[in-house]
């Protein structure tokens, strides 16, 4: 028996042809729904990218105990486990998460595995001088790995040396060498359509624009402040690296046609999230609530045992964590108990669970039942106490300082960790999601989730179904007090939160007025942070109106930004009201 996963990066459900994609040029997409059972109600888990890559692995949520890491040493890798019982299993990609600290124990659960580099800033070719930059780019927010990937493009400058191509290539000759064996699986994964929208001029082709402004195929995390004609550019630049995407999804295709391995090969199409591209006025993912443009997802899955299921749509509610379990199941391997996914319903569609959860550490927690959509904040504006229970204390690309870990505990073991107490720290979370409110979405006749409803028995269900599947998680108790649920007993009136959020929840939706309505002066919203901090004036004023600011650890990521900015990228923490009184005292000194 044998087994394929593509995995894409960032792909967007609505603009694929299967999901009613019409402007788009993705034909290998349709091709593959008329091969595979193409999933309506699939679903993200844990976000973003590699704590989504954990759940792949272990069929377990990750969001709820930790922030992004490695695999910890407890888990039960789908991987390591098929190894285990005689399948070869290999990793092909150029996703550079992997190779990283928060990454590192993914790759070495596979036989086999080839890295192919230049995505993203990866920090691959050293040049001591700085790269070329456009005078002129969108992407404001100018983080080293930014110029990194300005010399990264030099060294892709044909599609037969892009990354994604490469990563292809290298799983075909996996397939092709040993097609002729059995059990094995092979992941075919590359980090496109994630953005930077880094592609060539036979993609771009396909979408002709008239555009004379600034550079833009890599949109900052944040609100939407460019222009309409500027986000219909770095749209059509996302759609030309989808359009690569389809192709080389294509060739996938076209050799399981040449090899005639649809008689006994398993083939998932699957993605970890998807991205806004400038829906709801925002940009990309992580510094708003994760809308369905981020978590409902594209999944299509072929199985040779149930050929009645090509071209066929299923409606179970399916999630990431299905993933592990579906492909230990099609190889006859044990699954752990301590995986909570279920094998994927390709034969027949039945239901496999009545709601599931979703989000990321220290963001909302959230679930759907498929019809409604819960979106639940912390309870008090400090978004404590959040915990952090893990034994790889690292960050995605750094380690745990020892201010971090100083106040370090061993907490309790878990059902699912064997035995072995974790360490149990202070998490962090750069973007506080108390500032959106809790949200309740109807998506029966709000599709788009542009109108949150106040509904105190519909929320009062949803988080009594929340409730029961933390408790099914066994989320930690920090969770419960953060949330303002009951840790035990039932949910109750008193528990909900949408009505008693919903003013700030108004607030963080309010439209950021273009960057030129604030004045400019020495000192103004358009000045870095640090710049306004270095000014006892100008930080009297941003602490009188936006507490805080001066003293968290986003300043660390933030201070050479202008203030502007970071009210676009933070959401509700720098409220409108807030910074136009900001801006008039600044321009008053």
């Known amino acids: ?72 040493p407890f888990d039960d890798s789908m991987p390591e486990l098929l190894r285990q019982n005689g399948i070869h299993t290999h990793l092909a990609s150029d ?9 590192a124990t993914y790759h070495g659960r596979y036989s086999t595995w080839e890295f192919f580099r230049g995505q993203e800033g990866d920090p691959w070719k050293g040049h001591v001088v700085p ?14 790995h930014y110029f990194q ?15 994604q191509t490469r990563t292809f290539d290298a799983g075909l000759e996996f397939i092709n060498t040993n097609a002729a064996a059995d059990n094995w699986f092979v992941q075919i994964e590359t980090f496109d359509p994630h953005e930077p929208f880094f592609s060539h001029k036979t993609y771009k082709d396909l979408y002709p624009h008239e555009y004379d402004g600034p550079h833009g195929d890599w949109p900052d995390y944040k609100r939407v402040t460019e222009t309409p004609e500027q986000v219909q550019h770095m749209r059509y630049e996302y759609a030309a690296l989808l359009s690569m995407c389809d192709h080389s999804l294509g060739r996938v295709l076209d050799t399981m046609d040449e090899l005639n391995l649809w008689d006994d090969t398993m083939l998932i199409v699957n993605t970890d999230h998807g991205f806004l591209l400038g829906e709801k006025g925002w940009w990309a993912k992580g510094v708003m609530p994760w809308y369905n443009e981020l978590v409902h997802l594209p999944l299509f899955a072929w199985d040779p045992r149930h050929p009645q299921a090509a071209d066929t749509r299923r409606q179970s509610l399916v999630q990431t964590i299905d993933l592990a379990p579906t492909l230990l199941d099609w190889f006859g391997v044990a699954i752990p ?46 978004n404590t106490p959040l915990q952090e229970h893990t034994l790889m204390p690292t960050h995605m ?10 106040d370090l505990t061993l907490a309790e073991p878990f059902g699912f960790t064997k035995g072995v107490r974790t360490l149990q720290m202070p998490g962090r979370n750069f973007f506080n999601p108390y500032t959106h409110g809790t949200l309740l979405f109807d998506l029966s006749t709000d599709p788009e989730q542009l ?24 989320a930690p108790p920090s969770q419960y007090e953060r949330l303002g649920l009951p840790a035990e007993g039932p949910v109750e009136e008193k528990h909900l939160l949408v009505r008693a959020q919903r ?41 009188r109106h936006l507490p805080g600011i001066a003293d968290t650890e986003l300043l660390q990521l933030v201070g050479p930004i202008p203030l502007y900015r970071v009210a676009a990228s933070a959401g509700g923490m720098v409220p409108v009201a807030a910074l136009r009184k900001v801006a008039e005292e600044l321009a008053a000194l």
């Open 503 to 543: 003013s700030q929840a108004e607030s963080a939706v309010t439209t950021l007025p273009p960057e030129s309505e604030f004045p400019s002066g020495r000192l103004s919203v358009h000045t870095p942070i640090q710049g306004l901090l270095a000014d006892p004036a100008a930080l009297e004023i941003l602490r």
């Open 397 to 406: 690309r750094g380690r745990f300082t020892p201010q971090e870990l100083a």
């Open 451 to 474: 109108a949150p409803i106040v509904d105190d028995a519909a929320e009062l269900r949803m988080a009594t179904l929340m409730v029961e599947l933390m408790r099914t998680n066994e």
């Open 95 to 103: 996703h550079p998460h992997y190779w990283e600290d928060g990454g």
């Open 131 to 144: 790269p070329e930059t456009p005078e002129d780019d969108l992407h404001t927010q100018r983080m080293p």
């Open 1 to 72: 028996m044998k087994a394929i996963m593509v995995m894409f990066d960032s792909l967007n459900r609505r603009l694929l042809p299967p999901y009613g994609g019409d402007w788009t040029h993705a034909p290998n997409f349709a091709r593959l729904a008329q091969r595979a059972a193409t999933f309506d109600n699939a679903w993200a888990g844990s976000m973003p990218c590699m704590p989504a890559r954990r759940e792949i692995h272990t069929g377990r949520y990750n969001f709820l105990h930790r922030s992004w890491g490695p695999l910890e």
């Open 337 to 382: 108990t301590d995986v909570q996914g279920a094998p994927l319903p390709i034969e027949d569609d039945a239901p496999v669970r009545t709601a599931g959860l979703f989000g990321m550490h220290g963001g909302h927690v959230n679930i759907t039942d498929g019809r409604y959509v819960y979106m639940r904040a912390p309870a008090t504006a400090s």
């Open 149 to 163: 990937d300005w010399v990264n493009r030099q060294y892709m400058t044909t599609e037969d040396r892009h990354p």
